[in-house]
């Protein structure tokens, strides 16, 4: 009964989502329906100690991720440089190939070490560019940044520093370079496969004649751009560029310039606490933020002429996206707090547990884990947590090295974790003003195809041992 009531929660939330339906009023309702249905005396004390706890808990690290990023991604647009990034990408590969362009600056970034959110933000304006010159439909723009920033560069291209590929370090005394040959081989299944089905689907739609898109009905488009003359390529990519360079620098030089942890006694009346701050936990953060704080910096400085006039309407549209972005992705992260506590999830983890192949029992445990949490670091964080022992145990009796489990439990984290209410989904709908019925159907065919690269790895690994 337990399994069924965690299920009917996860079901009921997809459900609502794909309808369309607010996140951020229905995630609190599904999660604190499973917990009625389980014990109505923990409704109230999971809903303020848990579910609001790591809500907020989001919030207070992510919130200025969501803002830096969305209006990185904002001047980016009003620059012109967007605009100037797709013409040079058209010079490059062709007007025909507007989905390999944006596939290739989402994986720059990405592997570069820019947060998936901000790429959505930052790649979003010359995405919607190149889509409305190629007359390709606007819905096939979530699946083709799905296939470049939350895929192959994600979890499965060895040294990414994207935090699916940090974790498995700490429990396979690994480094981010594990089974190298393995994550390049589903790196280049993913991407063949990947852009393979989206070429199907715009030939499905130039067939049935298909454009870009009904003005009418569009929502959420970029500004046209109204200055006189565009950016050199090489000026619009330089923030891109700045923001990943930045951000392995920063990630770099906070630990040194800061140490393990920082206090600081404030400055008020009376005796005080120092607040002292864990710098590890909050380093890559940091870094982050301050390489958004340089490619903003970066924009204005090459292009403030442009940007000055549009600049106060267009921060408060940004604004108004980071608002909804990251109040439904930290709604998401509560509900999945509150459904791994309750009973049912552990019915769940006890039976994945019983799969007899070690890889294969660890691929389907931290892909279901990260489904049902919506959240792939969180769910494999979780199955790890729980599991890493008998994984480790498993694959020593099996000879498997540590660098497998690495790998495979990266790749697996980034595969069914991109369900219906998985905030990165929901936050690129929202970020490109679009539904779930109108694009998730490409975003779930990339995600079986990114959970398809798993096993094609473990048997990679198998017929080459």
Request: glycine share 10%.
């Amino acid at each position: 009964m337990s399994f069924l009531i965690v299920l009917a929660a996860l079901c009921f939330l997809m459900y609502v989502a794909y309808r369309g339906h607010s996140v951020i009023l229905f995630a609190p309702v599904a999660a604190l329906g499973a917990v009625l249905l389980t014990d109505p005396a923990l409704v109230a004390p999971m809903f303020t100690g848990l579910f609001m706890d790591k809500m907020v808990g989001f919030l207070k690290l992510y919130f200025p991720v969501f803002v830096l990023g969305a209006l990185f991604g904002k001047l980016i647009e009003l620059s012109g440089f967007s605009r100037s990034i797709v013409s040079a990408t058209i010079r490059v590969f062709g007007a025909g190939r507007a989905m390999l362009s944006i596939v290739a600056v989402c994986a720059l970034l990405t592997y570069g070490g820019v947060s998936l959110f901000v790429v959505v933000f930052a790649v979003y304006p010359f995405a919607a560019e190149l889509f409305r010159q190629g007359n390709i439909p606007k819905r096939l723009i979530p699946g083709t940044i799905a296939l470049g920033a939350f895929t192959f560069t994600m979890d499965a291209l060895p040294g990414t520093p994207q935090i699916q590929n940090i974790i498995p370090t700490a429990f396979f005394g690994t480094d981010s370079w594990a089974a190298p040959l393995l994550g390049v081989t589903g790196s280049v299944f993913i991407l063949i496969v990947g852009l393979s089905y989206l070429e199907w689907r715009r030939r499905v739609a130039v067939k049935r004649g298909e454009g870009y898109g009904d003005a009418a009905t569009l929502v959420n488009e970029p500004a046209a751009y109204s200055g006189a003359a565009l950016a050199h390529p090489l000026v619009a990519i330089l923030p891109l560029v700045l923001v990943g360079v930045s951000n392995k620098l920063f990630t770099v030089l906070i630990p040194q310039w800061y140490g393990a942890s920082h206090e600081f006694v404030p400055a008020v009346m009376g005796k005080t606490a120092p607040v002292v701050q864990e710098v590890s936990k909050v380093a890559a953060i940091w870094a982050v933020e301050g390489a958004l704080l340089v490619g903003i910096a970066t924009v204005l400085a090459f292009a403030w002429q442009p940007v000055r006039a549009s600049f106060a309407e267009g921060s408060k549209s940004a604004i108004g996206g980071a608002l909804l972005a990251s109040m439904n992705t930290a709604s998401e992260y509560g509900f999945g707090a509150v459904i791994a506590a309750l009973p049912g999830f552990l019915v769940v983890a006890n039976a994945l547990a019983a799969i007899p192949d070690p890889l294969v029992n660890e691929a389907v445990t931290v892909t279901a884990l990260a489904g049902i949490t919506g959240s792939a670091s969180g769910g494999m964080s979780i199955a790890l947590a729980a599991m890493a022992d008998s994984f480790i145990a498993n694959a020593q009796a099996a000879g498997i090295p540590m660098e497998v489990l690495h790998r495979v439990a990266a790749m697996a984290s980034g595969g069914m974790d991109t369900l219906p209410h998985n905030g990165a989904v929901i936050t690129l709908l929202a970020v490109t003003g679009l539904s779930h019925r109108q694009s998730y159907k490409d975003i779930f065919a990339i995600t079986a195809i990114k959970t398809l690269a798993v096993f094609v790895v473990i048997a990679t690994y198998y017929l080459t041992a």
